[in-house]
């Protein structure tokens, strides 16, 4: 059974920047690609980012290109998101999901693992 666990969500100003970590247990995280999803209240659940199974795919929601980087380490077990330049619009609960397969895909009802979420929150 896949267990997904993400930290490093905090309120950070606009412009600031934070790194959110996601730590995979379970067997074959070398076998899913993984991804970041993000929800603000009152919102639907809305890609953000996800990456192959040998990092060397990604791809990223027209809103965030060019300010956040999806990475993972499969050694450790773990996938992170480091974002840049953050806005106030970016503030929302971050949920970091896996797909077992080789594609990657970006819509959340195709994604069978998800941790319990991180909040960040961007003042402005």
């Known amino acids: 059974q896949v267990q997904l666990v993400e930290s490093g969500g905090g309120l950070v100003q606009a412009g600031g920047s934070l790194r959110l970590s996601c730590a995979f247990s379970?067997?074959?995280?070398?076998?899913?690609?993984m991804g970041w999803f993000r929800q603000a209240p009152g919102k639907e659940r809305q890609f953000v980012a996800v990456?192959?199974?040998?990092?060397?795919?990604?791809d990223y929601a027209d809103s965030v290109k060019g300010r956040f980087t999806i990475s993972r380490d499969n050694a450790k077990n773990t996938v992170a998101l480091q974002m840049n330049s953050l806005k106030p619009e970016d503030t929302a609960v971050y949920y970091c999901?896996?797909?077992?397969?080789?594609?990657?895909?970006?819509?959340?009802?195709?994604?069978?693992?998800w941790g319990q979420g991180t909040q960040v929150t961007v003042s402005s």
């Open positions: 990456i192959s199974v040998s990092g060397g795919r990604t």
């Open positions: 999901a896996g797909r077992y397969g080789a594609d990657l895909r970006i819509a959340a009802y195709e994604y069978t693992a």
């Open positions: 379970g067997r074959s995280f070398s076998r899913y690609p």
